[in-house]
């Protein structure tokens, strides 16, 4: 991956160009999650549960890096889920500034240091599963990792994650772009997200397309633009205030940078 620049882009809406411009903070699920933690609250459960299913793998990576084997990081992550869900263990979520990201490895090594032998000594399999993770997936993911057995687990973990996010921005992106029909469109300009802008080749873009070059360079902004809007936008669901937004963006344009 090419050098990655977040932090020079200027800062768009929370979930999309269309959307009004407001001086408030949309609500996002980490701060609803926050807002209702005190309380039997059918949404923040949901917004909590959503969030869990789209972080998990992060995690799983950090406690299989710790060396445990590929069962029991898989017992370990769903026993840590079904627990985070059941148990009121959000209190501790406004010490570490409100950021998912810092709340969720905070708690598994809590969870870890507290359940470490009992889990051991369980019986493999009997693991709640609270949450439908394919953990099954998870380990062909782990080997997959570039340079895995060189990170320490904390680094790993903020690899995975801001990976995560890109992952979930891109996935975004490509949904709106197929349906409004331009799914091929996406797929030619995809690998110029990221790039300098004076790398991006626009007359070979333009002859892909069938199209002006001036067309081309169009096409390439409203990409790259809305790119950033929708990344934005996922960075800010795992944040609980406007405050906390562009610090996490900076810090996520860091970790990638690395690559």
């Known amino acids: 991956m090419g050098r990655f620049r977040l932090w020079e882009w200027p800062t768009p809406q929370f979930v999309s160009s269309s959307t009004p411009r407001s001086p408030h903070f949309a609500t996002t699920r980490w701060s609803l999650v926050l807002a209702a933690c005190d309380k ?31 069962h029991d990081a898989q017992d370990l992550t769903q026993e840590f889920f079904a627990r985070l869900l059941e148990k009121d263990w959000l209190d501790a979520a406004e010490r570490e500034r409100g950021r998912f990201r810092a709340f969720l490895i905070m708690a598994v090594k809590r969870f870890l240091a507290n359940e470490w032998k009992k889990m051991r000594a369980a019986k493999r399999g009997e693991g709640r599963g ?62 110029h997200l990221t790039a300098e802008r ?13 199209a002006t070059e001036g067309a081309a360079r169009v096409a390439v902004h409203r990409l790259r633009k809305r790119f ?31 690559l």
């Open 40 to 70: 039997a609250s059918p949404a923040s459960a949901e917004a909590l549960e959503r969030l869990c299913r789209a972080y998990w793998y992060p995690l799983y990576a950090f406690i299989r890096r710790l060396g445990n084997d590929p």
């Open 228 to 258: 950033r809007e929708v990344f934005r936008a996922t960075i800010a669901d795992t944040v609980s205030s406007a405050e906390d937004v562009d610090a996490e963006m900076r810090y996520i344009a860091e970790v990638l940078g690395r």
């Open 130 to 191: 609270c949450l439908s993770l394919d953990v099954d997936s998870a380990e062909v993911r782990y080997l997959s990792e570039p340079a895995a057995t060189a990170l320490p687990a904390d680094d790993l973990y903020e690899r995975r994650w801001a990976l995560t996010l890109l992952e979930q921005a891109m996935a975004r992106l490509r949904a709106e772009y197929e349906s409004d029909g331009r799914g091929e469109d996406f797929t030619r300009l995809k690998e």
């Open 198 to 210: 004076g790398a991006i080749p626009y007359a070979e873009i333009a002859r892909k397309m069938g």
